[in-house]
């Protein structure tokens, strides 16, 4: 049971940061606003409804401000308490998806009807929870090797291990240096550092070029001009939305490019629609 005390400590009374607020509102309103944009003709022709994305991420949305209302409340040492047991219920979540079909030639979703759930981005939270949690308990052991360097990389690994596995390798990528970020931070030794760096960039060279759709993807990027209705179709139609948007854009809703001709304008090729429509 929590104490009366412990739980006015839960709550931080101080006001919040009111510009760090409004710039991530804002970030908000134009991710829907531009999802709706880049939506309309993907919707009309798999789902024969042109808001279906726009109805899905207002309501993301919606549930999102309401638990970030709830969280800014909590103070930072809640988390702290906890950051063991959420850190667990991710990678659960981690497992679960492979009870899931898949998507696009992975399990990374959690899918109830209409709704879907990645539980590789709720990790890349709580892994900053835990790792924060976790050096800051071992602040002056984390330069030895068999308490600090090697329990972290199992910590790393075994994440890797379950996202490589569903396969997304871009993924863990963003996790993994997120990660070696904090351990950098935590005072680690450099020479840890460097040696886990070096380890870690043959490791994930290997498994690119490994797989071929993977070794496809550099070679397309190095020379984009190359096969350009196979492998280079899609930067291929980026370049000409990023193109036509030139400096000014060609209006809210104008883009060309997101009638069929960019894959997943509305998720990957966003950014594309973005500047084609804004400039």
């Known amino acids: 049971m929590i104490s009366k005390k412990n739980k006015k400590q839960l709550f931080n009374k101080k006001r919040a940061d009111f510009s760090l607020g409004l710039a991530a509102f804002a970030l908000m309103v134009l991710g829907v606003v531009m999802i709706f944009s880049a939506s309309v003709f993907v919707g009309q022709r798999y789902f024969d409804n042109p808001k279906i994305f726009f109805v899905r991420q207002l309501i993301s949305l919606i549930f999102a401000v309401i638990v970030w209302v709830i969280v800014q409340q909590i103070d930072y040492r809640f988390w702290k308490k906890w950051a063991v047991g959420i850190f667990i219920v991710s990678l659960g979540l981690l497992l679960i998806v492979f009870l899931f079909p898949e998507i696009n030639g992975s399990h990374s979703w959690i899918v109830f009807g209409p709704l879907r759930?990645?539980?590789?981005?709720?990790?890349?939270?709580?892994?900053?929870?835990?790792?924060?949690?976790?050096?800051?308990?071992?602040?002056?052991?984390?330069?030895?090797?068999?308490?600090?360097?090697?329990?972290?990389?199992v910590i790393v690994g075994l994440i890797g291990l379950l996202i490589l596995s569903q396969p997304d390798l871009g993924t863990f990528i963003v996790?993994?240096?997120?990660?070696?970020?904090?351990?950098?931070?935590?005072?680690?030794?450099?020479?840890?550092?460097?040696?886990?760096?070096?380890?870690?960039?043959?490791?994930?060279?290997?498994?690119?070029?490994?797989?071929?759709?993977?070794?496809?993807?550099?070679?397309?990027?190095?020379?984009?001009?190359?096969?350009?209705?196979?492998?280079?179709?899609?930067?291929?139609?980026?370049?000409?939305?990023?193109?036509?948007?030139?400096?000014?854009?060609?209006?809210?809703?104008?883009?060309?490019?997101?009638?069929?001709?960019?894959?997943?304008?509305?998720?990957?090729?966003?950014?594309?629609?973005?500047?084609?429509?804004?400039?």
């Open 117 to 153: 759930f990645q539980p590789s981005e709720l990790t890349k939270i709580t892994l900053i929870i835990y790792l924060a949690a976790w050096f800051d308990r071992r602040s002056e052991e984390i330069k030895k090797i068999t308490v600090g360097f090697l329990p972290f990389a």
């Open 175 to 279: 996790i993994f240096l997120i990660a070696a970020s904090m351990y950098f931070f935590a005072n680690a030794p450099l020479l840890h550092f460097i040696v886990a760096g070096i380890l870690a960039f043959i490791g994930f060279w290997s498994m690119i070029w490994q797989v071929d759709y993977r070794r496809e993807r550099i070679l397309t990027f190095l020379d984009p001009a190359k096969n350009t209705l196979d492998a280079s179709y899609h930067i291929q139609n980026i370049l000409i939305a990023v193109g036509s948007g030139s400096w000014w854009g060609l209006g809210f809703g104008a883009s060309k490019q997101k009638r069929l001709f960019l894959p997943e304008p509305h998720t990957d090729s966003i950014f594309s629609v973005i500047v084609e429509e804004t400039g």
